[in-house]
């Protein structure tokens, strides 16, 4: 089955910094990554994703590219602001099959004012 | 966008009781929804896999007969925890997909934290 790793488990910046969260999955079959937000006592929330026929993806100040040989993809965030502190989610699905999203252990980001 | 609403947000109960959690798409119909449960600085878990009209998969190690999952509609899945033990105390999520979306994402309702005493 899928596994996904991801680095690092914490990461503090301060505000206006760039912060980039990396992550790495087993299955080559894989063909969706989408990365979710988590708040304290909320459940996730999709921020970004991208599918296994586009290398790079950007929203605002949101972006997260991909790279099928080395079986890793990365979420970058500009321009940091407090309120971007949470907890990031990778994950990575395997659609024609049931669709089970298999997450990453999550990465505390701490953005400092 | 697609909403997927959970009640209740919180809930508390004593040893050997059961409780039941709601997971319902708002604005979309989900023949299938998932159950993940969270411990505390942790990742999502993947408990079960719920599809309308037929029995839940559920996943390694996830106990069929302690979280019953029943999803009768195609905007509402179930999951009861049965004679809940402290252990069992942990954050519940459900989350569902619009097919109708196409390669559409996962959305997750806002989780269910339950606390047993």
């Known amino acids: 089955g899928e596994n996904v790793e991801q680095h690092p488990s914490t990461l503090s910046v301060q505000e206006g910094d760039s912060a980039v969260i990396k992550c790495t999955y087993s299955d080559s079959a894989s063909n969706y990554f989408p990365w979710y937000k988590q708040e304290l006592g909320k459940g996730p929330q999709l921020i970004i994703d991208?599918?296994?026929?586009?290398g790079e993806k950007k929203d605002q100040r949101i972006a997260v590219t991909l790279n099928k040989t080395a079986k890793h993809f990365s979420l970058h965030i500009t321009e940091t602001q407090p309120e971007d502190s949470a907890v990031y989610f990778c994950?990575?699905?395997?659609?024609?099959?049931?669709?089970?999203?298999?997450f990453g252990q999550g990465t505390e980001l701490s953005v400092k004012p | 966008g697609a909403v997927v609403s959970q009640h209740p947000s919180w809930v508390i109960c004593k040893s050997g009781t059961s409780v039941k959690i709601e997971c319902r798409s708002l604005?979309?119909?989900?023949?299938?929804m998932f159950w993940y449960r969270q411990f505390p600085k942790q990742s999502l878990m993947l408990m079960a896999t719920?599809?309308?009209?037929?029995?839940?998969?559920?996943e390694q190690g996830v106990e069929k007969d302690k979280f019953l999952i029943n999803h009768a509609s195609l905007t509402l899945s179930t999951l009861t925890v049965t004679s809940a033990h402290p252990e069992d105390s942990s954050f519940y999520i459900c989350?569902?997909?619009?097919?109708?979306?196409?390669?559409?994402?996962?959305?997750f309702g806002n989780g269910t934290r339950l606390t047993v005493t």
């Open positions: 604005d979309f119909q989900a023949t299938t």
């Open positions: 991208i599918r296994s026929n586009v």
């Open positions: 719920s599809n309308e009209g037929s029995k839940a998969t559920y």
């Open positions: 989350s569902a997909r619009d097919p109708a979306g196409g390669f559409s994402p996962l959305h």
């Open positions: 994950a990575a699905i395997l659609y024609n099959q049931g669709g089970k999203l298999i």
